[in-house]
Every structure is written in C-alpha cells, then in structure tokens.
C-alpha cells in the first residue's frame, strides 16, 4: 500500500481542540483521520449493498404482483382479527395468565 498525503485547510481553534481530544486517547490526529475514512468508506458501501438489496426485493414483489400473486386486504385483515382474538383470549384465561406469570418469575 503507498502512502498518500491528504492536505485540507481547518479552522485552527478546531485543528487545537481535535488535537487535544485525540492526545486525551493516546491518538493522533492523522489516525483518528484514517479511521474515520475507513469507518465512512465501509458505510457507505454497506449503504449501497442495503440500496441494491432493498431495490431487488422491490423488483421482485413488484413482478409478483405483475403474476397475479396477491391477497386480497380483507383476507389479511381477517386472518390477523383471529389471531389478535386468540391472543386476547389466551390473555384472558386465568390458566394461561398464571402460568405465564409462573414462567415470567423462574427467570428471575
């Protein structure tokens, strides 16, 4: 790996303080630089591997829909109405609400 320099004007009332943080961590200031370029560079790559991911799933639910792939929102809302019910009522039951009191309290 060669060596480059990276010259950049700063404030110098910044350029005292940042060097004064960076010797409080037994740092210099060109580390902190380098380690903050590392850090931005990796996330921006991670950032555009999320982009590319997110834009294929995209790609794909829309050419499901293209298929005919879909389910009707009354379908959805009707099979989460019974499982909010069952939940409610599990809830509610004595039973089941004392026994996961019992399994809440084994861990502590």
Known sequence: MSDATFTFRVDDGLKAEFTNAAKAHDRT????????MRS???QQQETEQYEAWLAKKVEQSRASVEAGNLIPASDV???????RA???ARMASPEDG?????RSCQGS
């Open 40 to 42: 931005y560079v990796a």
């Open 77 to 83: 809302e009707a099979r989460f109405a019974a499982r």
């Open 98 to 102: 004392a026994a996961m009191d019992a």
């Open 29 to 36: 200031g060109a580390q902190l630089l380098r380690d903050f």
């Open 86 to 88: 069952a939940t409610r």
